[in-house]
């Protein structure tokens, strides 16, 4: 994104910015930033079940000593790896279950607001009865869930990964209907995977989408790259968000601490959070 292509990103005056983190490490020079509110945080920490099954009250005080008093805001990225809420396989569901309800209670636990999944939808399947299967049976699962949300004060939005498009994500939060139950989009999906280009996915998810993850690549790799360093042209992508009025948390889903400054710097957003 070159300097005349920040006009849709310089449309959010005051965006809300995160950067994700581990073992509460913010990557320099942000750590006064996030402590003065400025900066959220994303933390991937509980997307792991070997962090799951440990000392997560620790972890949870490592996060309360780096935030804490602070008004900055917190979301928690939940497990994905081999999981899914749909599976034939009973034990499999049961485990997913788990997981989930163990990031949730974390999520909680820490103070977050957001706890993001992903939609875990397999486009490899190419039976004609799975997109509908895949529907109804994720949106089963997720309103069990929705109590357990609007208790914890959570918000819980699915995250695109290997979608083709967001057609089937749109009929299952439609189906669930819950305002605890959003959609996270990220452009570095959408780029590999999706059919559909990036502000075809804000035209269709609309109100429902809340939070983004931003990165580039150059179609072939999910490489993290800071804004600008890949192929995707954000502009588009911004206009359609303001164009519909939308103003989603925005995710810095990079890797080094110099990513995301060369992220901001290509989104007009450096002086933001001083």
């Known amino acids: 994104m070159n300097m005349d292509n920040r006009a849709g990103s310089l449309a959010f005056s005051r965006p809300s910015l995160a950067v994700p983190v581990e073992r509460a490490l913010v990557p320099e020079p942000f750590t006064a930033p996030v402590r003065s509110g400025r900066l959220g945080l994303e933390v991937a920490d509980f997307g792991r079940g070997e962090v799951l099954d440990g000392d997560t009250a620790g972890l ?3 996060y309360d000593d780096l935030v804490g008093g602070s008004p900055g805001k917190l979301s928690v990225h939940g ?5 899914n809420p749909i599976s034939p396989e009973p034990g499999l569901r049961s485990l997913t ?3 989930y309800l163990q990031a949730i209670e ?7 607001d957001h706890v993001v999944f992903h939609t875990q939808f397999h486009p490899v399947l190419r039976m004609p009865g799975y997109p509908r299967r895949w ?3 994720s949106a089963a699962f997720w309103s069990d869930l929705v109590p357990v949300l609007r208790r914890t004060r959570l918000t819980a939005v699915l995250e695109n990964m290997w979608d083709p498009c967001p057609d089937f994500l749109v009929e299952l939060l439609d189906l669930v209907g819950s305002p605890h139950l959003r959609a996270c989009l990220d452009t570095g999906h959408v780029n590999l995977f999706s059919r559909v280009p990036l502000p075809g996915w804000v035209a269709a ?5 809340t939070y983004v993850h931003l990165s580039d690549n150059h179609g072939g790799w999910d490489e993290h790259l800071a804004v600008g360093d890949g192929v995707i042209d954000f502009v588009p992508f911004f206009d359609a968000l303001a164009g519909r009025g939308l103003n989603p948390r925005f995710i810095i889903e990079v890797e080094t601490g110099e990513k995301v400054d060369r992220s901001l710097e290509a989104l007009g957003w450096r002086d933001l959070v001083g």
């Open 60 to 62: 949870t005080r490592l």
């Open 135 to 137: 529907v109804e049976e």
């Open 97 to 99: 279950r788990s997981r």
């Open 205 to 209: 998810l609309d109100r429902r989408l």
């Open 79 to 83: 497990p994905f790896l081999d999981l």
């Open 106 to 112: 974390a999520a909680a636990r820490l103070g977050a």
